[in-house]
């Protein structure tokens, strides 16, 4: 689905399932996200579901959040279980998708509500939500919370992806795993045994060629309408850039937004100084159509952006 206040980058098999990848931009304001898109996809399955789901009106589930709280907020990992990303994935249909449809003053059915939060839920345990075995390559969620197991305020993820630089090409997270467990397992036991330790940004480009980089991604990027001016956005972009340099070693930090998109890149190129690497005009974006409760591909000029930490 949906890898949602900034976007991001990835090409790769364009099946209907993979693309999901979700490009995530806000429409208005400061409410923004992203996900690997490119001319790119992404693969997911989407089969869970929240349960039942009596009429909602699209409103924002903090509406008496107030600004006095601000001080009172808390950022951290989201741990992968299935309740903790059931939590995120309300809280980004809720207070970023739904406030997308064209007709904001009418009621969602429980059919389409739950068939946009199924997609939703399903596109975040894929890339954050517990599984065997260790990851190859890294994914985190954070949130912003009101103290005290309050509600969510806000949430944005990172993901470790390959980058063909030559093509200005962002593989999605699952592609690029992919692609890196096919390179280790074309070699012999005592090279596999020398890798084993090896950080991902040096094998990117010693098994897969020097045009192969390994970036982090920054997606999901969201922030509740109720909670502006409150600084979430920059704190948890923050705090995104700090695992990514301190807790994962690398040196920058990529994202995708929308061209049109004026209140995500203030706040990415204004306030947290991202450059713009290129522009790619017709890239693909995901909107939400209430008709069907389907999330529909239509092209929007995308520009990537990077930040050197």
């Given at each position: ?9 990835a ?14 931009m ?5 409410l ?5 898109v ?8 989407r089969?869970g ?15 008496s959040?107030?600004?006095?709280y ?24 809720e ?8 007709d ?10 739950n068939?946009f939060?199924?997609d ?6 894929a890339?954050y939500?517990e599984?065997?075995?260790?990851r190859?390559f890294?994914?985190r969620?954070?949130?912003?919370s009101e103290?005290?197991?309050?509600g969510i305020?806000?949430v ?17 997270r ?9 390179a280790?397992?074309s ?16 094998m990117?480009?010693e ?25 979430l ?46 522009v790619e ?10 008709e069907?409760?389907?999330f ?9 952006l990077?930040?050197?930490?």
């Amino acid at each position: 689905m949906v890898d949602m206040s900034c976007n991001v980058v990835a090409s790769y098999a364009r099946s209907q399932r993979e693309t999901f990848a979700i490009i995530i931009m806000a429409i208005s304001g400061i409410l923004v996200m992203i996900h690997p898109v490119q001319s790119f996809t992404v693969a997911n399955d989407r089969k869970g579901i929240f349960g039942t789901a009596s009429k909602m009106r699209r409103t924002s589930p903090h509406s008496s959040l107030s600004p006095l709280y601000s001080s009172a907020i808390t950022i951290d990992e989201v741990d992968g279980e299935e309740n903790s990303i059931k939590k995120a994935a309300k809280f980004m249909l809720e207070s970023f998708w739904l406030p997308q449809l064209a007709d904001n003053s009418s009621d969602v059915s429980p059919t389409t509500y739950n068939k946009f939060s199924s997609d939703v839920f399903e596109d975040l345990m894929a890339s954050y939500g517990e599984r065997m075995g260790k990851r190859a390559f890294n994914s985190r969620l954070i949130s912003a919370s009101e103290e005290g197991g309050g509600g969510i305020l806000g949430v944005v993820g990172i993901d470790v992806a390959l980058l063909d630089r030559e093509n200005k090409i962002v593989f999605s997270r699952a592609k690029s795993e992919q692609m890196m467990t096919k390179a280790v397992s074309s070699l012999g036991p005592k090279q596999r045994r020398e890798y084993k330790n090896t950080p991902v940004q040096d094998m990117a480009s010693e098994l897969l060629g020097s045009e192969m980089s390994a970036i982090v991604l920054l997606s999901n990027l969201s922030v509740s309408p109720n909670a502006r001016r409150m600084g979430l956005g920059k704190k948890l972009c923050l705090e995104a850039e700090r695992v990514v340099k301190e807790e994962w070693g690398f040196d920058e930090i990529y994202l995708r937004v929308e061209a049109d998109n004026s209140g995500a890149r203030g706040l990415y190129e204004n306030t947290l100084n991202y450059k713009l690497d290129w522009v790619e005009e017709g890239a693909v974006a995901v909107r939400p159509n209430a008709e069907n409760g389907e999330f529909e591909e239509i092209t929007a000029d995308t520009h990537t952006l990077v930040k050197a930490l």
